[in-house]
C-alpha cells in the first residue's frame, strides 16, 4: 500500500470491475500490522488514511478464513508439499480463501500462490 501506487496496477484495477476485487481478512491484517508498527508521524498518518479509504471501498468484499477455507488450506499445502514447495502460512490462508471461491489472486509474488495451483494475475507485468 503506497500514497503512490505503481502506475500499471493503477491501470489494471481501473479496469476491473469493482464488484469483482476483493480483499482478503489475512491481507487487510497485513496492512494493519505494516501501518502499526511505523514510528508515528506523517507518513504513517497518511497510510492510515489511505488504508480507511480502501476498507471504505470493500464494504462486503473482504473474504474470511471460513471452514471451507480452513479445508482448502490444507489441500493446497499437501500439494505445495507434494511438489517440493514451501507455502508461507500467510499465502497458504490467502490460497485458501481464494480456492474455496473459485478465485483467482493477484499478486506480485506469484510463486507461492502457482505452488498451490491458483490462477495468478501479476498487474506489475
Not at 35 to 59: D, H, N, Q, S
Not at 91 to 107: C, E, L, Q, R
Amino acid at each position: 500500500m503506497k500514497p503512490n501506487p505503481d502506475a500499471r496496477v493503477k491501470a489494471w484495477m481501473q479496469r476491473q470491475a469493482p464488484s469483482t476485487l476483493y480483499l482478503t481478512c489475512v491481507s487487510v491484517a497485513e496492512i494493519k500490522f505494516g501501518v502499526g508498527i511505523l514510528p508515528e508521524g506523517k507518513r504513517k498518518r497518511e497510510l492510515t488514511a489511505i488504508f480507511e479509504a480502501l476498507m471504505r471501498l470493500y464494504v462486503g468484499r473482504v473474504l474470511s478464513f471460513d471452514l471451507k477455507a480452513a479445508s482448502q488450506y490444507a489441500k493446497v499445502s499437501v500439494a505445495a508439499r507434494a511438489v517440493g514447495k514451501t507455502l508461507p502460512t500467510a499465502d497458504g490462508y490467502i490460497a485458501a480463501m481464494a480456492f474455496a471461491k473459485g478465485y483467482a489472486v493477484a499478486s506480485r509474488d506469484e510463486g507461492p500462490f502457482l505452488a498451490a495451483g491458483l490462477e495468478v494475475i501479476n498487474p506489475w507485468n
